[in-house]
Nanobody, 117 residues
Framework: QVQLVESGGGLVQPGESLRLSCAAS????????LNWYRQAPGQQREMVAT???????NYADSVKGRFTISRDNAKNTVYLQMNNLKLEDTAVYYC???????????WGQGTQVTVSS
């Protein structure tokens, strides 16, 4: 069992930056693929960024070059550095930990990011 707690959301202006953190409790954090998703009002949840246990990263086209995902297995934490934020980045951001071999799939409660001028 893994519990995920996101933090770092807030209200920023376009062009500013935020860093989201997701702290995990439980064991074996390093085995999980870690993902950040987001869901805007009236929209489906979409994958923003992913980082595998090997450190391979992948990003949605809409955030490439602006967002960076990273993980610190010693701290059981995954981060999402968001630069040059745009109005369309406004959403609730969710952290997800996934281990396919055992179908482990855990979600955090979400953190609100609002980009507004």
């Amino acid at each position: 069992q893994v519990q995920l707690v996101e933090s770092g959301g807030g209200l920023v202006q376009p062009g500013e930056s935020l860093r989201l953190s997701c702290a995990a409790s439980g064991s074996a954090f390093s085995i999980y693929t870690l993902n950040w998703y987001r869901q805007a009002p009236g929209q489906q949840r979409e994958m923003v960024a992913t980082i595998t246990r090997a450190g391979t990263t992948n990003y949605a086209d809409s955030v490439k070059g602006r967002f960076t995902i990273s993980r610190d297995n010693a701290k059981n934490t995954v981060y999402l550095q968001m630069n040059n934020l745009k109005l369309e980045d406004t959403a609730v951001y969710y952290c997800n930990a996934y281990y396919g071999l055992r179908n482990y799939d855990y979600w955090g409660q979400g953190t609100q990011v609002t980009v507004s001028s």
